[in-house]
Each structure stands twice: as C-alpha cells, then as structure tokens.
T-cell receptor
Framework: GDSVTQMEGPVTLSEEACLTINCTYTATGYPSLFWYVQYPGEGLQLLLKATKADDKGSNKGFEATYRKETTSFHLEKGSVQVSDSAVYFCALLSGSARQLTFGSGTQLTVLP | NAGVTQTPKFQVLKTGQSMTLQCAQDMNHEYMSWYRQDPGMGLRLIHYSVGAGITDQGEVPNGYNVSRSTTEDFPLRLLSAAPSQTSVYFC????????????FGPGTRLTVL
C-alpha cells in the first residue's frame, strides 16, 4: 500500500537558518504530493502541493519539488522565522482514491 | 464562507458512553472524511464519503459509525467509547479530483476515561 516516510523530529533551528525536512513516498501510479502545516492548537492547513513529476510547489517562502526518480518531496526554506514553529506533515493522494496518506509529522521549533 | 467546522472543540467521556462529533462544510465538496491524530502516528483515516448517501471505511474504522444524509454534514458516532479512542479528531472535505486540496476543520480533542 501507499506510505510516506518523513524525517523524524523534533527539529530546532535558530532564526534565519536554512530548513530541510525530508519526505519520501511509496505509491502506485502518479500521486499528488502535499505539505500540510499544523500550528499549536489548530487544524491542518495546506502549505503547498505538486501534482506531477518535476512540479515545484511554493508558498510563504517554503518550496518542495516532486522528484519521481527518487520518490521524494523534501520541504525547504532558506531562512526560517519564529512564526514557522509548527508541525509539518507530508502527504500523498494516489490513484482513484481520495484518501490522504500522511507521514508521522515533524515538529519544528525556531528560536529567536 | 466558514469552510469546515467541527463541534465540540473538547469532550470528555466515560468508558461505554456514546456521542456524535459534528462536521459541516459550506464549500459544496463531494468528498468528506474523518481522521484521528495520535502522537507520533500522523493522521489515520477512519471513514470517508464520496457523496451524500455513500460512505466507506478507512484504515481504522472499528468503534466508529458514519452517515452522509446531506452534502454539507458528515457526523462521526462513537458507539461505546473506549480509552483507546482518546485522540484528536479531524474532519476534512475536498473536491473530486486527485489533485484537489482537502481542507481540514479545527479538530475535536476527545478524552475517554
């Protein structure tokens, strides 16, 4: 079945540091890939998505590129802020099903 | 446009009690689903619906019941609560295509004593 493996946390960075959160997937066919973010006490919000190979999703300074050859969708940001502190989830949607398959989440804390 | 709403926000139950978690969306989405979130396990799908009158099981359906009588509403019923059902529950809705974004509600934090 489909699965998503995410870099385990927690991750602690200083403000303005570079961020990479690794995500790899196993799926049949050609899945759509998503990054969701969960701020403390809130629900999940879509951060970015990519629907086909080589697509780059971007939002709020975050980027991720759909790499079919390495089955990866790593999340990157060049300079993190304290306000980026949250839990980040990688997810995929494949085939005719519309159920999202999630990774286990990565807790990011950014210190001033 | 309220998006996806869930009630209640918090709930404490005793073992064996039943209750219904409410979920509503005003985006006219076909697809709705329920997930539970447990520490270190991401989100796991409980039940989903591809339209009014159609529901199906997800990864962890035992102990839960759903129905979809309207496009807008998708309640989740706990028939006889157990401590293992202590979790945060999220409802989501989205369009019908594989590329469509799914939108999540704010969650219900349930504790079963």
């Amino acid at each position: 079945g489909d699965s998503v493996t995410q870099m385990e946390g927690p991750v602690t960075l200083s403000e303005e540091a570079c961020l990479t959160i690794n995500c790899t997937y196993t799926a049949t066919g050609y899945p759509s890939l998503f990054w969701y973010v969960q701020y403390p006490g809130e629900g999940l919000q879509l951060l970015l998505k990519a629907t086909k190979a080589d697509d780059k999703g971007s939002n709020k300074g975050f980027e991720a590129t759909y790499r079919k050859e390495t089955t990866s969708f790593h999340l990157e940001k060049g300079s993190v802020q304290v306000s980026d502190s949250a839990v980040y989830f990688c997810a995929l949607l494949s085939g005719s099903a519309r159920q999202l398959t999630f990774g286990s989440g990565t807790q990011l804390t950014v210190l001033p | 446009n309220a998006g996806v709403t869930q009630t209640p926000k918090f709930q404490v139950l005793k073992t064996g009690q039943s209750m219904t978690l409410q979920c509503a969306q005003d985006m006219n989405h076909e697809y709705m689903s329920w997930y539970r979130q447990d520490p270190g396990m991401g989100l796991r799908l409980i039940h989903y619906s591809v339209g009014a009158g159609i529901t199906d099981q997800g990864e962890v359906p035992n102990g839960y019941n759903v129905s979809r009588s309207t496009t807008e509403d998708f309640p989740l019923r706990l028939l006889s609560a157990a401590p293992s059902q202590t979790s945060v529950y999220f409802c989501a809705s989205g369009g019908g295509a594989r590329t469509d974004t799914q939108y999540f509600g704010p969650g219900t934090r349930l504790t079963v004593l």
